[in-house]
């Protein structure tokens, strides 16, 4: 027994001599990769955005027809049903209507010397205020570099011939569209309107820009919904609780809270109208009745009266 576990413990000896041979030999490439990995990961991590998380709650009373919500109602139930109120509070029309009461359709973003992008939102040293833009100019990146306290370049470039789309259609698998055409350069001043057959904007300076350079885009408003729905989380605060909690996560903290505030403004705006609807509706039955009745009544009074004439 001893024998056997002796030479066990040889074998062993010998294998892990051959895993070190095997490491030594290939140690430089070994460190060489892990190196490379290394270098990859700290790259990643250096331009990959930071996500910033906004939270609240809302609390759903649909204990009598009074106090209940008619939102909810309108879907067939009154219990409380993450489905049915994710649902409306996901709504296209809920949504919509609260970012259009935000300043969300034009992004700006400021450009490091190492190429690493920053969205500014209400952070940006300069607006830009549009009177006429051409469809073609909605997703197009629009480039600042500062020139000097006046004056600055503005740029359209076209994709680049190594992207994913440029290679595409470098090999004939997509033709080029007339849109991906349009390039612009040229020197503009600031607080200047600024001219072209596609767009006619005026680029506001707010402070002195430090960065190199600038990016901005246009959203149009019918994207706005499919652009920001997808930050938006809904879930039960507790498995039995009345209270729904709303989360939205996005690249700006400062517009994770005001999307958030605009979205739960809203909804609890609608609610308070559609209770006003039914309370009003409620009324003007009640009224009508009231009319019936008292026409019934002086029927019948006007009958009593001719009865008491008569006999």
């Not at 209507?97 to 010397?113: D, H, M, P, W």
């Not at 400062?254 to 609807?277: G, M, V």
Request: charged content about 20%; overall charge positive; some cysteine.
């Amino acid at each position: 027994m001893s024998k056997t576990t002796s030479t066990n413990a040889h074998n062993d000896e010998i294998n892990l001599k051959e895993v070190f041979k095997v490491m030594a030999y290939y140690i430089v490439s070994i460190t060489f990769i892990a190196f490379i990995f290394l270098i990859a990961s700290a790259v990643v991590a250096y331009y990959k955005p930071n996500i910033y998380a906004a939270n609240t709650t809302i609390e759903i009373n649909s204990k009598d027809g009074n106090t209940g919500n008619i939102l909810l109602k309108a879907f067939g139930q009154d219990n409380i049903n993450i489905n049915n109120i994710s649902t409306i509070l996901r709504s296209r029309y809920i949504v919509q209507k609260a970012l259009e009461t935000l300043n969300v359709g034009t992004k700006y973003y400021s450009v490091n010397s190492l190429g690493k992008k920053k969205e500014l939102y209400k952070k940006s040293p300069f607006v830009v205020t549009y009177q006429v833009l051409d469809n073609a100019m909605y997703g197009k990146t629009f480039i600042i570099e500062p020139q000097d306290n006046e004056h600055f370049l503005l740029k359209i470039k076209q994709f680049s011939q190594w992207s994913i789309q440029g290679i595409f259609i470098k090999l004939g698998l997509r033709k080029l569209r007339a849109d991906q055409k349009i390039t612009y350069e040229r020197v503009c001043k600031y607080n200047k309107p600024i001219q072209t057959q596609w767009f006619t904007f005026t680029i506001s300076k707010l402070k002195k820009l430090t960065a190199p350079k600038y990016t901005f885009h246009f959203i149009p408003k019918h994207a706005y919904y499919d652009n920001y729905i997808g930050g938006l989380k809904i879930a039960l605060a507790a498995k039995h609780s009345t209270i729904i909690q709303l989360n939205y996560q996005d690249y700006v903290s400062l517009r994770a809270k005001e999307i958030l505030n605009a979205i739960t403004h809203i909804y609890i705006s609608e609610s308070i109208k559609e209770k006003t609807k039914l309370a009003q509706h409620s009324l003007n039955f009640i009224e009508s009745q009231l009319k019936k009745t008292n026409l019934k009544l002086s029927v019948l009074e006007q009958n009593l009266q001719n009865y008491k004439v008569k006999n």
